[in-house]
């Protein structure tokens, strides 16, 4: 049987659609299961139930039964036609019902089924395609033929008119399935590179997501040492709070006593003092001379302590320990060394200029940490020297990680940064940054840039930068810069494989640069 033939008896005769869980009356006809449904709800109370194909009547209402081998049926040509149904393009000669088409004649713009494509006309100029609605699309405008023809020209599809007698005559014109397929080719290998692409961005992503996850286990991790080292500084600042307080409050006793024995001594003594100055007024209000003169001598009443004894009681009763305290604040230093050496092991390295590579346009102080702009220096040219305004470090750091400070706030155009000895030392290509063996932060027209190779990436106008950090990470190969503003500021971190030992390195054009301290080892939090 033909799928159109079979699709018409997989219709359900009141819903005109295909079943849709099949059920089977008495007389042996098929209904969608809600479809009957219906028709027997209205029919309650008319004393009779009837079949809407044959009329049959029974009088009680019939017990559907689902017709098991329809439903598969149904579900077996569902299942073989899936594209036909998407599609939603029927056949443009079965006008009493829609049948999904199965191809379009191009020559009749007409969509046809199964059925009537095996009456179709099999003449040439008959074309068909996959089923479509754009079948004027598929003709020339102008003659409104098949387009069978691709001309590579304009890149425009052609008529067998067009090609002989349009404008597109003498044009390099090629068959419809030759040039798509060379097109299709050349999608291919544009999807491809994009596939490559996608994979990349794709590996890219995971990347950037691992060290994302990276990133937030060490900030997690940085946060958690942080937060115990703070919570062990509180605890260290109260003990010693405690501490501090317990002698203040045990020295305050030990003084309050000494002053309250000799203010309680000093009290008797003053009761006496004024017991003798009663018994002397009596002798100076009595009118017997006798009775006076037989008193004793008023020396011995005024028998009193000598003063310098009463300071030196005064002094005997003590006084709060200062020194004591003050030592047991002393802790706080030890507190924060312990600090310090937690976090980063910051001993500082002298970093001293190399005068053998100043240019003779540098001049060099006295502790070799300042150079400043100073023409004719008058020294001897020799392979280690810079011609130019620029000198480096004596010692150059090959493991670990380190950083040093620069001032360069009396220049206003300077290079500074750090390089390999192997630089070269004649010509602008020797400049820090001008070359692989150098990376440098530039200050020129009141702008700044970091620069490596040659290639500059302009940094932001408004940055405070009197100082300057730069930060070493060998093993990483990193090197970054960092404005010591307020707060301070991560400028730009470059990435290597480095090679070489690096040493500081200043270029100073303007002005003076100083080295600030020396160079301090720093361990990252863990």
């Known amino acids: 049987m033909a799928s159109a033939d079979l699709r018409q008896e997989l219709h359900c005769s009141i819903c005109l659609s295909i079943y849709t869980d099949p059920v089977t009356l008495r007389c042996g006809h098929n209904f969608c299961r809600v479809c009957i449904d219906r028709v027997l709800d209205t029919q309650e109370g008319a004393g009779a139930y009837t ?42 000669y079965c006008v009493d019902s829609p049948v999904p088409a199965a191809k379009s004649c191009l020559m009749c713009e007409a969509s046809l089924c199964d059925k009537h494509l095996r009456v179709h006309s099999k003449s040439a100029e008959h074309v068909l395609c ?19 023809y691709y001309c590579t020209e304009d890149a425009a599809c052609i008529c067998v008119s067009c090609s002989l007698a349009g404008k597109h005559r003498g044009h390099q014109v090629e068959m419809l399935d030759e040039a798509s397929e060379k097109k299709k080719e050349k999608l291919r290998n544009v999807l491809q590179k994009l596939t490559t692409r996608r994979e990349e961005t794709e590996k890219r992503v995971q990347s950037l997501q691992e060290r994302r996850r990276e990133d937030q286990g060490k900030a997690a991790g940085v946060t958690e040492t ?76 005024c028998d009193t302590d000598d003063p310098e004894t009463h300071d030196n009681q005064v002094r005997g009763a003590g006084d709060l320990d200062v020194s004591l305290i003050s030592g047991t604040l002393h802790t706080l230093s030890d507190i924060i060394t312990g600090i310090n050496t937690g976090i980063y092991v910051q001993e500082a390295t002298d970093m001293l200029l190399d005068v053998t590579t100043a240019g003779n346009n540098v001049h060099l102080s006295g502790d070799r940490k300042t150079a400043s702009k100073s023409p004719n220096q008058n020294r001897p040219i020799t392979p280690e020297r810079f011609e130019d305004d620029q000198l480096i470090s004596t010692k150059g750091f090959s493991s670990g990680r380190c950083y040093w400070e620069v001032d360069v706030s009396k220049s206003e155009w300077w290079r500074v940064g750090m390089c390999y000895p192997s630089i070269g030392r004649r010509g602008t290509q020797s400049y820090i940054g001008n070359n ?23 940094l932001l106008d408004n940055i405070p930068c009197d100082r300057v950090r730069i930060y070493l990470d060998y093993e990483a190969g990193q090197l970054s810069f960092y404005s010591l503003c307020d707060p301070i500021r991560h400028l730009h971190t470059y990435t290597a494989a480095l090679t070489e030992p690096l040493h500081a390195a200043l270029l100073v054009a303007v002005g003076c640069i100083t080295i600030c301290g020396g160079v301090r080892n720093w361990e990252k939090l863990p």
């Open 51 to 92: 079949c809407p194909e044959c009329r049959a009547e029974c009088q009680e209402r019939p017990v559907l039964q689902r017709n098991i081998t329809l439903c598969n049926i149904v579900g077996s040509f569902l299942s073989t036609r899936p594209d036909q149904e998407e599609t939603g393009i029927f056949c443009t």
């Open 130 to 148: 996959d089923p479509t609605t754009a079948l004027g699309n598929r003709k020339c405008s102008v003659h409104q033929k098949i387009l069978e």
């Open 226 to 301: 942080v937060t115990a080292l703070f919570r062990d500084i509180r605890r260290q600042l109260e003990d010693l709070e405690k501490r501090v307080l317990i002698e203040i409050s045990r020295q305050e006793q030990r003084v309050s006593l000494s002053v309250s024995d000799l203010i309680q001594q000093l009290e008797i003594k003053k009761d006496e003092l004024s017991g003798k100055m009663r018994h002397i007024e009596e002798l100076c209000n009595m009118s017997d001379p006798v009775t006076v003169l037989q008193e004793p001598d008023t020396g011995d009443l």
């Open 436 to 458: 692989n063996k150098s990376w440098c932060l530039r200050r020129y027209n009141n702008r700044y840039y970091v620069v490596h190779d040659s290639t500059g990436i302009r």
